[in-house]
């Protein structure tokens, strides 16, 4: 079930300053945000991220992700979805062609079709790219070219902090306090039963956030039972 709202990352700040009655604050807000952000990766459903589309330039062989970018899904050029590759020789084109081995990664690039070809002269619909340092690196393309990506991000707020959606709040606060109480179980002032607690509470939570999440609504079930009603075998009229 799909769960839209969000709200800010203060209110998660604000919920623990309330829950622990702390009294001060200020070295522990970097840390709360951070925490916040490794909860909601740990809830990790389908509505803790945004589906993004954008385009953009090459430059120096490479374009540089985007600031809220968390997950590659798919990059296309023109009619072309390069695939992702981990090999050590990323850029056999700008070399000599005797290092390439084979003409897989070897292409030049039409700026006015968004077409890429091999050596051969025959049109290519695919190659191949890397993606490392916040950077999609593209062999062969030319400066300026356009290319659009599709990505999970985090959706963020006018000062550029993670937001945290609504349903998810207390899984949140629960990780929060979790990890604040972690310095003082390892200094032996908070008991291993309250830390174990704490711990078992936000495994609750997370669970529960993120099967709320994954609960189909009204109309996701109405089409799962059409579909399990067309597997069924239609009655035997003979079975009596």
């Not at 050596?119 to 890397?130: I, L, R, V």
């Not at 495994?203 to 579909?227: F, V």
Request: proline share 4%; with cysteine.
């Amino acid at each position: 079930m799909s769960h839209r709202n969000k709200i800010k990352i203060k209110t998660i700040i604000a919920n623990v300053i309330r829950d622990l009655q702390l009294k001060e604050v200020n070295h522990l807000i970097d840390y709360i945000i951070e925490w916040a952000y490794e909860a909601e990766i740990l809830i990790g459903s389908y509505d803790t991220f945004k589906r993004n589309e954008c385009e953009l330039t090459v430059k120096n062989k490479r374009v540089k992700l985007p600031h809220d970018f968390y997950q590659f899904i798919s990059l296309k050029i023109g009619d072309i979805y390069p695939e992702v590759t981990n090999r050590d020789f990323r850029f056999f084109n700008n070399s000599s062609p005797n290092l390439a081995g084979d003409n897989t990664n070897m292409f030049s690039m039409d700026a006015s079709r968004q077409t890429a070809f091999g050596y051969d002269g025959t049109e290519m619909k695919t190659f191949k790219m890397s993606i490392d340092n916040g950077y999609i690196n593209l062999s062969g393309l030319p400066d300026d070219t356009k290319v659009g990506i599709a990505y999970l991000s985090f959706e963020l707020d006018e000062e550029g902090f993670p937001m945290v959606h609504e349903s998810h709040q207390m899984a949140v606060n629960a990780y929060v306090i979790w990890k604040i109480k972690t310095a003082d179980y390892v200094n032996g002032t908070v008991s291993h039963h309250v830390y174990s607690e704490l711990e078992k509470r936000w495994h609750w939570l997370c669970g529960q956030a993120r099967g709320n999440d994954e609960m189909p609504d009204p109309k996701q079930l109405e089409y799962i039972a059409s579909i399990f009603h067309q597997l069924l075998p239609l009655p035997n009229k003979n079975f009596f």
